[in-house]
């Protein structure tokens, strides 16, 4: 337990922070599944899903819910898999 104001409002803050954090990490594993299973299926709306699952991954680099290179990593392994469906 904290025994300082600076340590308490710290604990207010990481309590906030993870919920926010959690919140949008789901929410980009959603979108991405989606885009995913669009481009499986050979959906005619996968560039667009693609494109908002980008949209959502450099967000969340940006705000350090993901870190960074992991959500560049996730936005070429996307496009690299609507790519590959596209071509054949």
């Known amino acids: 337990m904290a025994n300082h104001k600076s340590a308490e409002k710290r604990n207010r803050q990481r309590i906030a922070t993870t919920l926010r954090t959690r919140a949008a ?21 996968a560039a667009a899903l693609v494109a908002s699952a980008c949209s959502l991954l450099d967000r ?20 690299a898999y609507l790519y590959r469906a596209q071509k054949g």
């Open 25 to 45: 990490r789901s929410h980009v594993r959603a979108v991405v599944a989606k885009a995913r299973v669009a481009i499986a299926a050979g959906a005619d709306d």
């Open 60 to 79: 969340a680099g940006s705000k350090n819910a993901l870190p960074p290179k992991r959500a560049a990593r996730h936005k070429s392994r996307l496009a």
